[in-house]
């Protein structure tokens, strides 16, 4: 792909070789190391160049980027009015300072975001969410955008109407409103008021492209780690939908029964989060493998930075800056997961 014609959402570098999918932006080498030091929970980053990227989750990006997403991060500099006194910096400028603090304040703080005022209305979130969801059959994608930024809930479930924009969105076949969603936290496994879930409302409307693609979105967890203790993922079209890893001599060091007994002490909800920092940490190490191979060698994020919404327990494999900490729960297993 040529990417000489486009530039960072930071710093206006050119050629960027990052995007930032959850925000819809292209970011260079260097704003890359600020976002990836953020978190996921912030800025979920991927190469431009990295393989196996769904093709129509690359569209969304590139449609968002072409839609201008970045201003909506960057509304009060181009807002008179505004107050915020922030300059936006330029790729001349000093990383670990102007860009860094810029990048905070940009994705992390939200400074920089439209304001709404709850003031006169206090159901102002919930409005927010039935825009949502009325937005999203139609392919305006960044207005969607805006909606979930100003805190649009993607897994809002319509008083009336019994279902969710995801299910809205898959009816209408509107394929890239569904990477969006999801990206934003949308659950594919969710019930309509008729027991369907997204993917039968999808398949029900004749989108089957896309039902095939939200299979693929609900298996995403489980495929990610099939895929680094097996070597594939299972065969969706087939009817196969987990594969049961051969871990013998995978240098896993944790005997396999001893592992089966604690996982099996879990409950549904623990379970779940476990998988969610292991599938967090498995992006990690995947994207690790691309940045190590840019030109410009970066220090690589040795652990998954802390996030603050989570308990101090699954952020006890994480550190603050990335770049020392103790191993924790994520860690565990040295580089078995990477040994693919
Ligand atoms: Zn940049």
């Not at 206090?122 to 805190?151: F, I, W």
């Not at 896309?210 to 895929?227: G, H, V």
Request: charged share 20%; hydrophobic share 35%; net charge neutral.
């Amino acid at each position: 792909m040529n990417t000489s014609a486009l530039s960072c959402a930071d710093c206006s570098a050119p050629n960027p070789q990052w995007a930032s999918i959850n925000r819809g932006v292209l970011i260079c080498n260097e704003c890359c190391s600020v976002h990836r030091s953020l978190g996921r929970h912030v800025s979920q980053v991927r190469s431009i160049r990295a393989p196996n990227w769904p093709p129509v989750q690359k569209e969304m990006l590139f449609t968002l980027y072409n839609k201008g997403a970045n201003s909506l991060w960057e509304h009060a500099l181009h807002n008179s009015s505004s107050k915020v006194k922030l300059k936006k910096p330029s790729y001349r400028d000093k990383l670990q300072t102007t860009r860094h603090d810029f990048i905070i304040a940009k994705y992390k703080n939200l400074q920089l975001l439209p304001r709404i005022s709850h003031k006169d209305n206090p159901n102002a979130y919930q409005d927010l969410s039935k825009q949502l969801h009325a937005s999203v059959r139609t392919n305006n994608l960044e207005t969607c955008l805006r909606l979930l930024a100003l805190g649009g809930n993607p897994n809002f479930c319509h008083p009336e109407r019994g279902n969710t924009p995801l299910h809205v969105a898959s009816q209408a076949g509107q394929a890239m409103q569904v990477e969006l969603l999801i990206i934003h936290g949308a659950n594919p496994c969710t019930l309509d008021g008729l027991g369907h879930t997204p993917e039968e409302c999808a398949r029900i409307a004749g989108h089957h492209q896309l039902a095939d693609r939200l299979i693929e979105m609900q298996y995403e967890l489980a495929d990610k780690l099939s895929f680094f203790l097996c070597g594939r993922k299972p065969m969706h079209s087939m009817g196969e939908h987990y594969l049961i890893p051969n871990v013998a001599g995978s240098g896993l060091n944790v005997g396999l029964g001893e592992a089966n007994t604690r996982l099996q002490e879990l409950d549904n909800e623990q379970f779940e989060q476990l998988a969610c920092d292991v599938c967090d940490e498995v992006d990690r190490r995947e994207t690790d493998a691309i940045w190590l191979t840019t030109e410009q060698l970066q220090s690589s994020i040795a652990f998954l930075p802390v996030n603050p919404t989570l308990s101090p327990l699954r952020n006890q494999g994480t550190t603050e800056t990335g770049h020392s900490g103790r191993p924790g729960l994520c860690s565990a297993g040295g580089g078995s997961l990477s040994g693919h």
